[in-house]
């Protein structure tokens, strides 16, 4: 059967306009994608799945941290080398960095984590992402976050870009980038950041970590965060040598001092309250009072909506103040109960520091653990050197 042609009689000022209106969206959409993938090309990006071999990271329902770690890292490597740079594995297998034989103790922690910022360094890396996940006491606890060192504006905006494309996943996270005295960070030359792509101890967050679709939308929203990264103009990403961090302790009261917990949603800290006797107060040392804010930290909060951040079983085997910084000795008991995650240790170590340098004459810590300078909790936060409320 013949079938006549549909012909469409258009007005030729509307079809002008089609025209125009057609090309100038491909003109768009070509520059767009240009722009985009300009950004991130010939850049180097090391990527570090955290954890790894003899060392599982934090553990939940059976669910290893450094098997999502892994899983993510090489979704994300696969996104980044679709937009056009060179990508560089920490590891890509189940492996750790330590040596033979040598599994446990700070000495080993910290030979691991070296090796990975040597690779990036090495590899003359533009940036350096440590993937890791986090677990915590509450399960209602969650939500993704990203972390920078303090002093690094390059690594506080890759940070803030991650993180402003990682919380369109979760329109209910209300994190933000923050600052951390992680090992990782403080050795690295490059921008670097730690992304926690969530709580395995959140029910709702693990079950999702579990699924391929929202791995997939992990690992492209941390590659789309890099990608902005490199479109802010290099003078702003390397105009400032050093980020100033308004976040400390509240000075102590006439008749009260802060004790710090962390919150229940593990987002920051929050002061908990006490009331003492003046007149017993100052008959005290600095040394006196430090450790009776340290013994009190330990018991843990009295109020419901914080959350106690050291073992119940730590003890103070001694304090020494020498000028204004005070030298806190804890038995290993300290990491009793510590569930292997980044935050849950950096908000531990703040909680020590900010509880003390809130003391008039108090302006640093240092920690020992069995009489060891240079040991850590989890592994994250080493103690070789002086902390203060801005670490």
Request: proline fraction near 5%; hydrophobic fraction near 35%; charged fraction near 25%.
């Amino acid at each position: 059967m013949f079938h006549r042609p549909i012909i469409l009689l258009i007005r030729k000022p509307i079809l002008m306009s089609l025209i125009i209106l057609l090309t100038v969206v491909i003109i768009a959409t070509g520059t767009l994608k240009t722009t985009f993938s300009q950004s991130l090309k010939n850049k180097i990006i090391v990527i570090d799945p955290g954890h790894g071999g003899a060392d599982p990271g934090a553990k939940n329902s059976g669910i290893k941290e450094k098997d999502v770690n892994l899983d993510i890292s090489l979704r994300l490597r696969n996104s980044l080398e679709a937009k056009g740079c060179t990508v560089i594995l920490t590891r890509e297998i189940d492996k750790d960095f330590y040596d033979p034989g040598q599994y446990v103790g700070r000495s080993a922690k910290r030979t691991d984590l070296n090796r990975r910022v040597s690779l990036a360094s090495s590899n003359n890396a533009d940036v350096f992402i440590s993937i890791h996940a986090n677990s915590f006491p509450s399960r209602k606890t969650y939500g993704m976050e990203t972390y920078y060192h303090q002093e690094s504006l390059t690594g506080k905006i890759l940070a803030e870009q991650i993180q402003e494309h990682l919380i369109k996943l979760q329109p209910d996270n209300t994190r933000k980038a923050k600052s951390g005295d992680y090992y990782l960070l403080n050795q690295t030359k490059m921008p670097a950041v730690i992304v926690e792509v969530g709580f395995m101890s959140n029910p709702r967050e693990r079950k999702l970590l579990l699924t391929d679709g929202y791995r997939n939308s992990i690992a492209a929203a941390i590659a789309d965060g890099i990608a902005g990264y490199f479109e802010t103009p290099k003078d702003i990403r390397e105009g400032i040598k050093n980020v100033s961090s308004q976040e400390g302790p509240t000075p102590i009261g006439k008749d009260s001092y802060n004790l710090y917990f962390s919150n229940i949603s593990l987002d920051g800290l929050g002061a908990e309250k006490r009331v003492f006797n003046p007149t017993t107060w100052n008959k005290l040392n600095l040394t006196q009072k430090s450790d009776v804010i340290l013994k009190n930290l330990i018991e843990g909060p009295t109020s419901p909506i914080y959350v106690g951040t050291l073992s119940p079983k730590t003890k103070i085997i001694s304090l020494v103040l020498h000028n204004d910084i005070i030298t806190v000795n804890f038995s290993k008991d300290i990491r009793e109960d510590y569930f292997g995650s980044a935050l849950e240790e950096d908000i531990a170590v703040k909680s020590i520091v900010w509880s003390l340098t809130q003391l008039p004459g108090v302006n640093g810590v240092n920690i020992l653990i069995d009489g060891e300078f240079g040991d850590s909790i989890g592994g994250h936060v080493v103690f070789d050197h002086v902390l203060n409320p801005r670490s």
